[in-house]
Every structure is written in structure tokens, then in C-alpha cells.
């Protein structure tokens, strides 16, 4: 399957801002528009149903989806790191034995074998993730493989448990469009980069 690189970049580019624009923490608290206009209780003459009395209930907080027990062994610091540049061109060669055009960030181009790699310190979306997932094990830490494709694989390194951290993951996707080991590199990749981030 060979897919143009505009394309491949344009949709990881998308993809990215995406989940780039939602790890932001909004400190304050909600309060209702002053302007807003206040509904009225009281029922209408027209309605032919009677009206229930709903007794009061609790609300329930809401569950975000399990992606399985979190396992730390070795706590890493999660806050205050750059968000893209836990690896380095070098790295990126290393792993792909190719050449990167990328001088840092987000995303990689690879030549020779032509692929896309990003790198993200994230949240952790595995459940919503399509592809063949498997739970593994890096440095101690739970860790999750998402194979969408034998091109396109992603690794998941859990950082902390801590749930006051919003970006408690590191991430790195593997897209090939010419042949190469996507799940080998990421989880090489993903290794590297959770062992040069320093421990909490």
C-alpha cells in the first residue's frame, strides 16, 4: 500500500492538534450566564400527560472507559516536560536505520525506508484505538502496542499513576509506507524515550 506523504502528514498533523488542544488544564470553576434566561417550572396548560414527581437522586460522576490495571515501577516525571521532544533525529535513525527530515518535534519523516514517526507525551487513548491492542511491559511501567495495520503500529508507555498529571504517557507512532518493522521501531523508539525521561 503506498500512500502520498502529503496525505500522511496532513492527517497525523490534524491528529496531533487534536489531542495537543485537549491536554490543557482550565483552572477556575463553571458558573451559570448572568444574561441567560430562566426556564419556567411550572406546567404548561396545553400538556394532556400528567406530570411526574421525580424524586431526587444522586448524579453519578462519569466513567471514563479502563484501560486495565497501571502498573508503575519506575515513576517518571510527566509534567513539565516538552511535549515532542523527548527524541532526537539521531534517535529516530538509529531506530529506522533511515534519514530524518525533521530537525525535532512532533513528527518525523523517514527516508529510506520512507515513514512517518511521531512522538507525543499524551494521555493515554488506547481503548478508543482501533487495531490489534496487547498490554506490555517497559522499564517496569504498563505499556500497550496498538497495531492498526502490519504499517501502522503505536506504543503507549504509562509514566505515572498520579491522577492530578493531564499528560501521563508517552507515545510513539510508527506509519510505514515502505517496509519496516512498525511495532519493533516504535517499542525501540518508545523505550528510548521513556529511559531519557528523568524519574520522579
Known sequence: MHLRPAAVLL?????????TGCA????????????AVEQSTAPSTTSRKPQRSATPSKPT???????????IGTKKKATGLETCGVLKPADIEAATGGKSSADGGCIHT???PS?????????PDVVDQEGEKKQI???????????????????TVMLTDDPAVITPAFSVSVLAIDDLDTCGTALKLATEGFNRIPNA
Open 11 to 19: 492527517a497525523l498533523g490534524l491528529t496531533l492538534a487534536t489531542a
Open 24 to 35: 490543557e488544564q482550565v483552572r477556575g470553576s463553571a458558573s451559570p450566564d448572568p444574561k
Open 61 to 71: 460522576a462519569p466513567t471514563a472507559p479502563k484501560q486495565g490495571d497501571v502498573k
Open 110 to 112: 523517514v527516508t529510506n
Open 115 to 123: 515513514a512517518v514517526i511521531t512522538q507525543l507525551v499524551t494521555i
Open 137 to 155: 511491559d517497559i522499564g517496569g511501567n504498563t505499556a500497550w502496542q496498538v497495531a492498526a495495520s502490519k504499517e501502522d503500529c503505536q506504543v
